[in-house]
C-alpha cells in the first residue's frame, strides 16, 4: 500500500478554499499512484477554529464540505480532519473516505487543554477506537494527543482487532525543542504497537502560532525512516506493505533536508508566521518603523525575506535625541534590503504636544510621559500611513523587553503583528548574525549588531541604564516566564535575588500592556499570550512566602 | 446550628491580604454566635487566579495560608475554597477546618471550561464526595457547578450518609439573568435532596468579571428564604435544626433590599467592577476624554459615582469639527459631576501631524486616516496626562461601536479599563436616564441625551452615516455575537438581509481591534474577551453555505 501524507497549509475558516487545496493534492497524490492519502487535524477548517466551533451551522459545514470531499476523491482511501456535531455535542474529527461517501468517523479521544490549547472547550472525548483495514494492512486512526501516551493508547486500542500501522492527523505547532519530542514520542508509539506509524502535520501560520509541518514516516522499531519539508507544504510518500509477521516501511523519493539548527528553525518559523498573517489577513504590504537599532534591522530583513523587498516600507522617525549614527543606520540597512525608505521627523510635532500638554498642570517635558510621548507620536504616524496606505504594521519588541515592559503602550507596541515579540534579546543577535551568514554579506550593518542598545528617548540613554545585562536578564526571565520558576528556585540557582526580584516585578506590573499588544510568532515553550494567561488585577507577591 | 456565610471580596493573588479579610469577618461572625462559617469558592486566592496555579510555590502558599487560617479560627466550623496541590495535580477545594485544623477537603468534581471558565486547564476533578456532620446535621460540602445538575450530583452523593443540607461555595460571576438562574438551580437542588441549601458567594470585582455575591439560603421546599446584599460584601446568617423528619431553616435579622431591575443591576455591577480593577491595581485617580457624547457622559457619571468626583478628571479636547454645543456640554457635564475638567485642544497638534504627513506621497487629509488621527492625537494626550499624573485612563466605547469596529486603535480605544465596553448603545440611553433619574436631577444634560450620535471627525459626520439606526443594529448584534447565530437564521427571523450581512462582516472583521483593547465589566451573557475568543486570521464566511 502506497501511503501519502498531504501536509499543507489549511486557512482557518476557508472550509470550501481548504478542500479546493486537498483536491489539488489529491489530483497530485492519484498521479503518485498513492492509495491512502492522509490530511492534517481539523484540515477542513483550519487549525485552530477557536469559538467557530460554537456555531452549529459551522460544525454542519463542516460535515457537508466532507461529503462533497468524499465525492471528488473516491479513487483512494483519504483520512481528512474536519469537526462534527454528533448527539448535540462536538467531537475533533477523523473521516475515512472511500468509495465517495465517509465509511467511517474516528472521535479524538484526548484533548489537550493546556498552553496554547483549549479543546475541552469544544469538544467532547470520543469513547470509541477506530482500526481500520485497507489492502489488507489493519491501521490504527488516532488524532494528535491520541498518540502522545503510548501505554494508554495501548489499552484504548485493545480489543479492536489487528494493527498494522498507527496513523495520526496532527495539528502540532511549532517551538524550540518540539521535533525531538515528536520523534522521541513517534517512536516509542511504533515500538509499543512494533509498527510503522504514519504522522501527519499541518504546515502554515495562523495568528501566533507555526505550524512546522515535518510529517514523519517511522518503522516498526522506532527510527525515522522520512521527513517532509519543515515550514511549507509538502507530499511525503512511503509504501508499507506486511511481510509475515512484520510490518515493512519504505519511503518513496527523495527526503527533503532539515532546519541546519536552532536559529534556522528560528528563522523560517518568523518567516512563515509573518508571511502567513500578512496575506491571510487580506495585505500585501507592510510598514514598520527602522530607529537604526538592532531589532527593527532584524524585523525588516524577516519582512523582506518573507514577503519581497517591494511590500516592506521603513520609515525613520528621527527626533533629537537619535544620534546620527544610527540615524544613518536606518537608512543604510533599508538600502541593503532594497526596500523603500521614509523619514518623517517627529520634532515639530512633539513640540506642538508639548506645548499644548504645557497648559496641564504638572506636565514635565524631560520625564517619562515625555519618553513614551515620543513613542506614541511614531505609532501614530505608523498607524496614519498603514490606514492611508493599507499596509499592515509590523512591530518590534523582542521578549525580554516587553516582558519587562520596556515599551510604550500605543507608541512601539502599536499595529498589527509583532514579528519578534517571543524572541528574546539575546537571540535577536543571533538571527542578526545568522541573517548576515545566510546572505554572505552585511545585511544588517556591523554597526547595528555591535552599538549597546537604547531606546533613544532622552540624552545619552541606554537600555542598560534601567534593565539588567541582557544575558542576566534573558536567563531569569526563561527560568520566571517559561518554566514557572519561584523567586526562592531562581535565587538558590546562583541568580543575584535584587535583580530577581526587580525582573519579576516588572514582569507582574506590566501584564496590562502585553494584554493589549499584538500577536506574534509563538517560537518558545512558552510564548506572551494565549500561551500565558494572567490576571491584570494581581497582587500575588511570590516572595511572600519564601 | 447557626450558619454564617460570608460573602467577601477577595482579590486574587493576595493570599495574606484575604486570610486577614476573613479573620475580620470570622471575628465578627463568633460575635454573632455563628457555629458554621462559610467563605467562597478559592476564597484563599480569588478568583480565578488563571496562570498563577500553574506555580507549584502558590499551590503551596494556598496550603500554608488554610493551615495558618485553621489555627486563627479555631472556636468554629469554617468551610473555605482554596487552591490545593494532591499527588502532583491541582484541585479546586474547600476545606473544613476545626478545631485549629484543617479537618477535611473537598475536591471539586465539576469543572466548568465554556464562556470565561478555563478550570479544565487548571484542575483534575475530583472523584470523592465529602459529606461532614457537624452538630448532628449531615452537611454535604459542593462547589460552585457541582450542583448545577442536581440528578448528577444525586447519583455523585449516593452512598455518603444521611444529608440534612447541601452547602455549596461559588465564584459566580454576574450577567444580566443570572440571578434567576441560581436561584431556580438552587431551588432544585433543595427539592431533590428534600433539604435547604446555604449558597456562597463571591463579591468584587476582577478584571472582566463582576462577583455580585447575592448568597442565598433555600428551605428544603426550595424557597429562597434569604439573599445577601448584591454588590457587596455581606454576612448573611441563618439558624438550622433538624425537626423529626424535616430540616428547619429561619433567618437571623434583616433581609438586605435587592436591585430593582435590569438597570439598576447594570449600573451597580459597573460602578464595583470599575472600582475594583482602579483600586485593586494601586490607582486612586482617573481621567477620560469628554465629548459632550453620551458615552462619555455616562461613563463620567458612573466614575464620580464608584470613586468620588475628586478622583474623576475629565478632558475635553476640541477641533474645528465639535460644534459648540458638544463643547459646552461637556463642560456642563463635569460641573454637573463636580469634576476637575481641562481642555487641550487638538487643532494645532492636528496641523503638526498633517504637514508632516503630507510629506509622503498618498497622504489624504480629508480620508479615514485623517478621521483616526484625530482620535489617535486624543488618546495620546488622555495616556500623557495619565503617565504623568498617575491616573488610569478610562475609555468609554460602548459594545455596539466596539462590536463593529467603529472604534480607533490606539485613539478612542486607548485607556486602562473600557467601563461600558459590554453594553449596547441603546442601553446606555437607558442607564442615562437611570442616573438621571436616581438623583432626581440632570446629572447628564437633556440635551445629550436627546442628539443625533457623532463621532465629530468631520464636518456633519453622524454615526447613522456609517451604521444602521442602533436599535437594528443592537438586535442583529445580540443574535450573531451573544447567541451565535448564524446569518441564515437572523434573517428568517425577519431582520433585514443586507444589513444583516454587512454588520457581521464588520463583526468578523474587526476583531483585530478587539484583541488590543482594554478590558471591560461583563454585563451579559457574551461579552468580548475571554468570554468570546475568535481567530484574527478568519475566512469563515457565514452566508457561504445559506
Known amino acids: 500500500m502506497r501511503v501519502g501524507l498531504g501536509q499543507f497549509n489549511a486557512i482557518v475558516g476557508d472550509l470550501a478554499g481548504n478542500a479546493e487545496r486537498m483536491r489539488g493534492i489529491y489530483k497530485q497524490a492519484i498521479g503518485a499512484g498513492v492509495n491512502l492519502l492522509v490530511f492534517p487535524e481539523l484540515a477542513v477548517c483550519g487549525y485552530p477554529p477557536e469559538d467557530l466551533l460554537l ?9 457537508s464540505t466532507v461529503k462533497k470531499l468524499a465525492g471528488d476523491c473516491a479513487e483512494t482511501t483519504v483520512i481528512v480532519g474536519f469537526a462534527d456535531r454528533y448527539r448535540a455535542e462536538a467531537y475533533n474529527c477523523a473521516a475515512v473516505l472511500e468509495g465517495g461517501k465517509i465509511r467511517d468517523v474516528y472521535r479524538k479521544s484526548r484533548l489537550p487543554n493546556y498552553g496554547v490549547f483549549d479543546e475541552q472547550r469544544y469538544f467532547e472525548p470520543g469513547t470509541e477506537p477506530l482500526v481500520i483495514r485497507s489492502e489488507g494492512i489493519g491501521i490504527a486512526v488516532t488524532i494528535c494527543m491520541d498518540i502522545w501516551d503510548s501505554k494508554w493508547l495501548g489499552r484504548f486500542l485493545k480489543g479492536s482487532g489487528e494493527i498494522d500501522m498507527v496513523l495520526n492527523i496532527s495539528a502540532s505547532p511549532f517551538h524550540l525543542g518540539k521535533i525531538e519530542r515528536r520523534r522521541a514520542m513517534i517512536g516509542e508509539c511504533a515500538r509499543e504497537f512494533d509498527s510503522p506509524v ?3 502535520n499541518l504546515a502554515g501560520g495562523q495568528d501566533e502560532l507555526v505550524f512546522d509541518g515535518r510529517s514523519m514516516f517511522a518503522d516498526a522499531s522506532g527510527e525515522i525512516v522520512a521527513t517532509a519539508k519543515a515550514f511549507e507544504e509538502d507530499l511525503l510518500i512511503a509504501d508499507i506493505g506486511v511481510e509475515g509477521d512484520s510490518v515493512q516501511i519504505e519511503p518513496v523519493g527523495e527526503t527533503a533536508s532539515q532546519p541546519a539548527g536552532v536559529l534556522d528553525e528560528v528563522y523560517r518559523a518568523l518567516l512563515l508566521g509573518t508571511r502567513d498573517y500578512v496575506r491571510k489577513n487580506g495585505f500585501e504590504k507592510v510598514l514598520l518603523g527602522l530607529s537604526g537599532g538592532i531589532d527593527s534591522s532584524v524585523v525588516a530583513a524577516i519582512a523582506t525575506a518573507s514577503l519581497g523587498a517591494e511590500n516592506v516600507v521603513g520609515i525613520t522617525m528621527p527626533s533629537e535625541f537619535n544620534a546620527p549614527e544610527t540615524i544613518s543606520d536606518a537608512g543604510r540597512l533599508a538600502k541593503s534590503l532594497g526596500i523603500e525608505f521614509l523619514t518623517v521627523p517627529i520634532g515639530p510635532i512633539l513640540e506642538r504636544f508639548n506645548d499644548s500638554l504645557m497648559e496641564v498642570d504638572g506636565w514635565d517635558s524631560k520625564g517619562i510621559a515625555y519618553e513614551n510621548l515620543q513613542a506614541r507620536i511614531r505609532g501614530t504616524i ?4 498603514s490606514n492611508q496606505l493599507g499596509a499592515l504594521v509590523l512591530t518590534t519588541g523582542n521578549k525580554s523587553e516587553i516582558a519587562v ?12 503583528f509583532a514579528v519578534i515579540t517571543d524572541v528574546f534579546k539575546t537571540m535577536v543577535y543571533g538571527l542578526a548574525e545568522y541573517i548576515n551568514e545566510i546572505n554572505a554579506r552585511e545585511v544588517i550593518p556591523r554597526d547595528v549588531i555591535n552599538r549597546a542598545p537604547s531606546a533613544e528617548l532622552r540624552p545619552d540613554q541606554k537600555d542598560s541604564d534601567s534593565l539588567p545585562d541582557y544575558d542576566l536578564l534573558d536567563e531569569i526571565l526563561k527560568g520566571y516566564v517559561e518554566e514557572d520558576k519561584s523567586a526562592q528556585e531562581l535565587i538558590e540557582a546562583g541568580l543575584p535575588k535584587e535583580v530577581v526580584r526587580r525582573v519579576i516585578r516588572m514582569v507582574d506590573r506590566n501584564e496590562y500592556k502585553r494584554r493589549q499588544s499584538p500577536p506574534g510568532v509563538k517560537i518558545t515553550p512558552k510564548a506572551f499570550g494565549r500561551d500565558r494567561r494572567l490576571p491584570i488585577t494581581n497582587r500575588y507577591n511570590p516572595w511572600a512566602g519564601g
Chains 1, 2 share one sequence.
Do not use: I, V
Open 405 to 416: 515592559g520596556y515599551t510604550t503602550l500605543y507608541g512601539d507596541t502599536a499595529g498589527g
Open 198 to 200: 504514519c504522522y501527519c
Open 55 to 63: 456555531k452549529r451551522h459551522f460544525l454542519e459545514e463542516n460535515r
Open 382 to 385: 505608523l498607524m496614519s500611513l
